[in-house]
């Protein structure tokens, strides 16, 4: 497909290539049999620049493979509030995490040689990719965690908590920046001057280019889609280089060049646009090589890359209760017990376990791509004289029959998206709390929560399991989590956000307001 747009822009009268991007945010998630990592709050909770760098290398491969050139991430929001519903897509609440994590640029890119102009986009070689670093700037402050939201604090406290990330980004060469759906104080991001021009390009000596975030002129009135003749004018002016227009392109052409002509937009200001955009074409090989490599196709998926997302799925689990009574912990799980009881909405869900940007953009349910489940990867674990017995749903007719050793439950949310995973309550989705509860009262339990943010855990739950690990949104390789269970790796990651007592304390988060957190920032047992 993407050559087929190649060989058509190829044939125009200027022969100038397309870039193609696509929404590669936790590997290549779009294509059916990619390696699908850990979503970004997972990496987060591991702490490991190197990790997120070796990522950055498999998904460009992978992103190149199936011939397109540009990914969309990274995202460097910090996230200060779970109830955002893209959360999940930020590395956590604090900005040197965020900081660290921004190594995946370079992955992604490749290494800027010694002496490479600051502020001047790199891309290494034809196994490399554009990145996007996203959504300029402060998407993760907003109020009450609203998605698209309103960002209220000072400049001060924009540049050291929000904009920090993007001097790490830029000082790797990262070729693209995407504004934020988003505002500040109450001004649009599309349309912020100071922020796009004078501070992103001037200040900060950005030299890629800009570019919206999909659709994003249609955001900016109400209703969706009005003013739209403004709508342009407005981010253009403010530093905007590429638009994403999916839809209404031609109406789009036709009020550009209208505004062109007349001179509200300005042929310097075209120009600036023009030579960011072809700087970027440049830089990416794009006008050497245009058309696919098709020679890494048989890189999608293969083995190293697998393992790599494992290594990455183990270094995130975070290990919160242990042991009733912490002389007698539950953990490593014995892989030769007699019998085992596996339960839960997550245990046996490969769409769950990946969450959204997963195939489809939301995400969905069941064996959506080429992976292995929790379940899976239990039966592989354990002894081959142990028995494994699954049911989603436990009934009391499960418990009439011979003893478990102990119970796996794994629970948490389903997959969502933007402003779809917004959420005040934050509580465990499909009854999962009272199924972890039933099964408790019977057996000795290890919850796994699956999820994209801290959620409620009430204390007579907690109470009752004998242990918790949150295992995020771990993406394809269930192996991953089975190795550290079972005790064949250890226990690595801590909290890269603060886990709330009650959705009441929201927003919370280390430093500033921390108070009585149900686990604070960094948390983390070993075992």
């Not at 989603?392 to 003893?403: D, I, L, R, V, Y």
Request: proline fraction near 5%; charged fraction near 20%.
């Amino acid at each position: 497909m993407i050559d087929g747009l190649q060989k058509g822009a190829l044939e125009t009268r200027l022969g100038i290539p397309i870039i193609y991007g696509t929404d590669a945010v936790h590997g290549n998630n779009n294509v059916y049999g990619t390696t699908i990592f850990p979503h970004n709050i997972g990496l987060g909770a591991t702490r490991d620049a190197d990790l997120a760098r070796r990522i950055g290398e498999v998904t460009a491969l992978e992103v190149r493979a199936s011939g397109a050139q540009y990914a969309f991430a990274p995202c460097v929001a910090v996230s200060r509030d779970p109830r955002w519903g893209r959360c999940y897509e930020s590395y956590g609440e604090d900005t040197e995490i965020v900081r660290k994590m921004t190594s995946i640029v370079t992955g992604l890119q490749g290494q800027p040689p010694e002496g490479h102009l600051k502020g001047y986009p790199f891309v290494a070689g034809r196994n490399n990719v554009l990145a996007s670093a996203k959504h300029f700037v402060g998407d993760g402050g907003t109020e009450n965690g609203t998605n698209e939201g309103n960002t209220i604090t000072s400049y001060d406290d924009l540049e050291r908590i929000h904009l920090a990330p993007y001097l790490d980004c830029i000082s790797q060469g990262v070729c693209t920046v995407m504004a934020s759906y988003s505002s500040w104080n109450g001004k649009k991001l599309h349309t912020d001057h100071f922020l796009l021009t004078e501070l992103l390009k001037k200040k900060l000596g950005f030299m890629g280019f800009v570019i919206t975030d999909w659709e994003a002129l249609d955001r900016l009135y109400s209703p969706h889609g009005s003013n739209y003749r403004e709508s342009i004018l407005s981010t253009v002016n403010a530093g905007i280089d590429m638009v994403m227009v999916p839809f209404r392109y031609e109406l789009f052409l036709e009020e550009f060049l209208s505004l062109a002509e007349s001179g509200e937009i300005s042929m310097a200001r075209i120009d600036d646009a023009v030579e960011r955009i072809l700087r970027v074409k440049f830089v990416s090989g794009v006008f050497e090589h245009p058309m696919a490599d098709r020679s890494l196709l048989d890189l999608v998926g293969c083995k190293a890359h697998r393992e790599l997302a494992r290594e990455a799925v183990r270094k995130s689990l975070v290990l919160l209760k242990n042991g009733k009574d912490p002389k007698r912990p539950l953990l490593p799980l014995n892989k030769k017990a007699k019998r085992i009881l596996v339960a839960g909405t997550h245990a046996d869900n490969l769409g769950y376990q990946c969450g959204g940007w997963t195939i489809s953009w939301e995400g969905t349910s069941g064996k959506i791509t080429e992976g292995t489940t929790m379940l899976e990867a239990i039966k592989e674990m354990v002894d081959h004289n142990t028995e494994v017995v699954y049911e989603q749903n436990p009934s009391p007719e499960t418990f009439s029959g011979e003893e478990f050793s102990f119970a796996i439950v794994a629970v948490g949310e389903g997959p969502y998206v933007e402003s779809g995973g917004d959420d005040p309550e934050l509580k465990i989705h499909f009854n999962g709390a009272e199924l972890a509860s039933l099964v408790a009262d019977k057996v000795p339990t290890l919850v796994i929560l699956i999820t994209g943010r801290p959620l409620v855990v009430e204390p007579s739950l907690l109470e009752k399991i004998e242990a918790l690990v949150v295992a995020w949104l771990p993406g394809s390789e269930g192996r991953g989590i089975t190795d550290v269970i079972f005790g064949d790796y250890p226990f690595q990651g801590k909290l890269p956000m603060t886990w709330f007592r009650s959705v009441n304390q929201l927003p919370v988060h280390s430093g500033d307001n921390s108070l009585d957190p149900l686990f604070p920032f960094g948390f983390g047992l070993t075992c």
